[in-house]
């Protein structure tokens, strides 16, 4: 298996990874427009297929009524269903956990399902204390599953009412 670094997913590169699978994230039920990763890493198998992956963004968020800070969006960890229980996930998202220090920012968010929240916290992540607003075409709404990591070692994130402007990730 191989670590290898994307810009945004083609569409073939997609199709790989979700298969036939209808809602490989388990969250079409909550109706909500994503955020666009314009970075991947990805894990190829020996035959050089995409097998698993992890999105990168830059995004502002307010806390309160501070002055917006940039923070590295995680969104689309995904590891295709005939490759799952590997290993493959811990692999990716300590690989663009790595890319993501590298990027800037001070911190890392992301947002996920309850099911899903141990195996962040295992990375460091811990969940957002606070309401989290994002946007939306139909407006601002609050979004549970909110996740934050430092990715310096000076790092906090304030507790309080959290707004990204823009799409979750």
């Known amino acids: 298996m191989d670590l290898v670094d994307l810009g945004s997913l083609s569409g073939e590169q997609y199709a790989e990874l979700v298969g036939d699978e209808e809602d490989p994230w388990g969250a079409a039920s909550l109706g909500l427009d994503w955020r666009p990763k314009d970075r991947h890493v990805g894990v190829c198998d020996d035959d050089g297929k ?12 307010r806390f309160g009524e501070e002055q917006p800070i940039a923070v590295v969006g995680i969104g689309g960890v995904i590891v ?4 799952r229980g590997r ?3 811990r692999q990716v ?17 992301l947002f996920c399902l309850p099911a899903l ?14 309401p989290v ?19 310096k070692d000076d790092a906090t ?10 799409l979750p990730f």
């Open 50 to 61: 995409l097998v698993a992956a992890a999105g990168l963004v830059l995004a502002q968020v």
């Open 80 to 83: 295709a269903a005939p490759h």
């Open 87 to 89: 290993g493959l996930g």
């Open 93 to 109: 998202i300590s690989a663009v956990l790595r890319r993501a220090e590298d990027m800037g920012p001070n911190v890392a968010m």
């Open 117 to 130: 929240v141990e195996l962040y916290r295992r990375h460091g992540f811990a969940e957002v204390q606070g």
């Open 133 to 151: 607003l994002v946007d939306q075409p139909s407006g601002v709404l609050e979004m549970g599953g909110a996740m934050w990591r430092p990715l």
């Open 157 to 166: 994130f304030a507790p309080g009412t959290v707004r990204l402007h823009g």
